[in-house]
């Protein structure tokens, strides 16, 4: 069945330090994939997706990578800062009879050191 | 995502009671969704809407009803409250787009059932 999860579920780092958040999803017949950030008190933001046909795709400061052979997806935050301290989760769209259906993993609490 | 309100932000009422939670976009997106939170859990689909005239079940939707009253306006009643449907609610929207779109959140009720 579908399946999302999340290795660490916190992750420790200092002010600067790259930061590597990791998911592993079950359905590989899913082809498009999401990472959100939730802070304190507020939904999910949206920070970048990445659709099946490409392995890496680039933002501000993040940068998802896909990996469709051992169906592992991974956020990359370069420099982090105290202001990215939040739960992170991945999300995958699988096909279910014609509704593109978001499964989303349980998160990740990255915490930012000064 | 301040295009998607959320009323109330929190709110604590009876087992039994009557509730309903709503929800409006100025974001000009088609489908719009609602989710429950719970620790552990992930975000779990209660009930969608592709358009007006389009209401569907999500995985979770006992105990609950929706009603789309207009392209910007989604909500979410709880027709008797129980205990355990004391959760963070989202409700999200996404674009019509060509090819899977990302789902905008709102900030969340926050609802306690005693």
């Known amino acids: 069945g579908e399946s999302v999860g999340l290795h660490l579920p916190t992750l420790s780092v200092q002010e600067g330090d790259n930061s590597i958040i990791n998911c592993a999803y079950s359905n590989s017949a899913s082809d498009y994939f999401i990472w959100y950030k939730q802070e304190s008190g507020k939904g999910p933001q949206f920070i970048i997706d990445?659709?099946?046909?490409?392995d890496k795709r680039q933002g501000q400061r993040v940068t998802v990578l896909l990996n469709k052979t051992v169906k592992h997806l991974s956020l990359q935050i370069a420099a982090t800062q105290p202001g990215d301290s939040a739960v992170y989760f991945c999300?995958?769209?699988?096909?279910?009879?014609?509704?593109?259906?978001?499964?989303f993993g349980t998160g990740t609490r990255l915490l930012v050191s000064p | 995502d301040a295009d998607v309100t959320q009323t109330p932000r929190n709110r604590i009422t009876k087992t039994g009671k009557r509730i309903m939670l709503e929800c409006s976009q100025t974001?000009?997106?088609?489908?719009m969704y609602w989710y429950r939170q719970d620790p552990g859990l992930g975000l779990r689909l209660i009930y969608y809407s592709f358009d007006v005239k389009d209401i569907n079940k999500g995985e979770i939707s006992d105990g609950y009803s929706v009603s789309r009253q207009a392209q910007a306006k989604f909500s979410l009643s709880l027709e008797s409250a129980i205990p355990n449907q004391t959760a963070l609610y989202f409700c999200?929207?996404?674009?019509?787009?060509?090819?899977?779109?990302?789902?905008?959140f709102g900030d969340g009720t926050r609802l306690s059932i005693l």
């Open positions: 999200a929207t996404s674009d019509e787009g060509k090819g899977n779109q990302p789902q905008h």
């Open positions: 999300a995958e769209m699988g096909v279910n009879t014609g509704f593109q259906k978001l499964v």
């Open positions: 974001k000009g997106h088609d489908r």
């Open positions: 990445i659709r099946s046909n490409m």
